[in-house]
């Protein structure tokens, strides 16, 4: 779902640059680039749909321990700090098994559309393409 003019989608995950300073330090997951970032949060005993974009990349970066993740055919859990790298066209779903919500940082690189998902189960039975 790429538009003309988008940003170039990554095909590998991103350097991520920790930097030391004297109160501790961070971690830059996007310098000067264009992305869109979101927090998603997952209550117990839901999951997202297993879903995959063509126009877009995701590094998610697990927030709560007990969030689980599946990315193709492997489902795992995590725990948090925990970062994966969703390449464009790779099946994916978060879930939240556990009796607590769960959040994950979501890092899009490429061109955010929510017209770009495409469905391939869905516990909510939405439409296969699109919102």
Not at 14 to 43: D, I, K
Request: charged share 25%.
């Amino acid at each position: 779902m790429s538009r003309p003019g988008a940003q170039p989608i990554p095909s590998a995950k991103p350097p991520v640059r920790r930097v030391e300073r004297p109160w501790g330090s961070f971690r830059q997951y996007a310098h000067n680039q264009p992305c869109t970032v979101s927090l998603m949060t997952v209550q117990p005993g839901q999951r997202l749909s297993l879903q995959s974009h063509t126009g877009r990349a995701e590094l998610w970066i697990v927030l709560d321990a007990g969030a689980v993740v599946q990315t193709g055919e492997t489902e795992r859990e995590c725990q948090a700090g925990d970062e994966i790298w969703i390449s464009a066209n790779e099946k994916h779903r978060l879930a939240c098994p556990g009796s607590r919500p769960v959040r994950v940082l979501e890092i899009a690189f490429g061109d955010w559309a929510q017209a770009d998902i495409t469905r391939y189960a869905d516990d909510f039975h939405r439409p296969a393409r699109g919102e």
